[in-house]
């Protein structure tokens, strides 16, 4: 016989719990480097330096690629973070004519 813990209901909600603590994981990470990434735009407004720097991107997308382990693949998680940058970006214009 089968406890409830067994159900596909009772694991989905253990899969999907485990989803929710990630996924709140991941915002405050992604808070964490908006913050840095406000710090940047203030040096770069300072010294006059624009906010899109292509190679920059290309070294964050090697090291990303370089740091995965799966079972992500690389181009999934470089089309995920050309979104992160993308935002970044945004944040980075908006507070250099902000301030």
């Given at each position: 016989?089968s406890?409830k813990?067994d159900t596909p209901?009772?694991?989905?909600?253990v899969?999907?719990?485990q989803i929710?603590?990630l996924?709140?994981?991941?915002?405050?990470l992604?808070?964490?480097?908006t913050?840095v990434v406000?710090?940047?735009?203030?040096?770069?407004?300072?010294?006059?330096?624009?906010?899109?720097?292509p190679?920059?991107?290309d070294a964050?997308y090697?090291?990303?690629?370089?740091?995965?382990a799966?079972?992500?693949?690389?181009d999934a998680?470089q089309?995920?973070?050309e979104?992160?940058?993308?935002e970044?970006?945004?944040?980075?214009?908006?507070?250099?004519?902000?301030?």
């Amino acid at each position: 016989m089968s406890s409830k813990t067994d159900t596909p209901e009772a694991q989905l909600a253990v899969c999907r719990d485990q989803i929710d603590e990630l996924d709140r994981r991941l915002v405050a990470l992604l808070n964490e480097r908006t913050a840095v990434v406000e710090q940047i735009g203030r040096v770069k407004k300072e010294a006059q330096l624009p906010v899109y720097e292509p190679k920059r991107e290309d070294a964050v997308y090697a090291n990303i690629r370089a740091g995965n382990a799966g079972p992500l693949p690389d181009d999934a998680v470089q089309r995920i973070f050309e979104r992160i940058i993308d935002e970044m970006r945004k944040i980075q214009k908006d507070r250099m004519v902000a301030k």
